[in-house]
């Protein structure tokens, strides 16, 4: 089974950056699409930033357009979301989700993912 793993979260000041990284195991990346998604205390998981298993298309929330970026290594096994100019906003707990096919227009929605990460936690605040 593709098993997930996050890293890179923590604590960073507003306007701070943090690269997080979603590695797997046992299993390439390359044949999967792969979703970021993000969750506060007491809201809805919501997509952040998808990208399809070459990296030729990627999708971003209107909240994250302009500061995150999606990317992939697929020689490193490992997709990575820099997110820059961080904002309180942004206090979540982030997840990688895979999928072999994932619709660019539908590739936010976590029902579209059958794989996922444990998360890990980004902290912004002064």
């Known amino acids: 089974q593709l098993q997930l793993v996050e890293s890179g979260g923590g604590l960073v000041q507003p306007g701070g950056s943090l690269r997080l990284s979603c590695a797997a195991s046992?299993?390439?990346?390359?044949?999967?699409?792969i979703g970021w998604f993000r969750q506060a205390p007491g809201k809805e998981r919501e997509g952040v930033s998808c990208i399809s298993r070459s990296g030729g298309s990627t999708n971003y929330a209107d909240s994250v357009k302009g500061r995150f970026t999606i990317s992939r290594d697929n020689a490193k096994n490992t997709v990575y979301l820099q997110m820059n100019s961080l904002k309180p906003e942004d206090t979540a707990v982030y997840y990688c989700?895979?999928?072999?096919?994932?619709?660019?227009?539908?590739?936010?929605?976590?029902?579209?993912?059958?794989?996922w990460g444990q998360g890990t936690q980004v902290t912004v605040s002064s």
């Open positions: 989700a895979a999928e072999p096919t994932v619709i660019k227009s539908m590739c936010f929605m976590t029902s579209g993912y059958d794989y």
């Open positions: 046992a299993f390439s990346l390359e044949d999967y699409a």
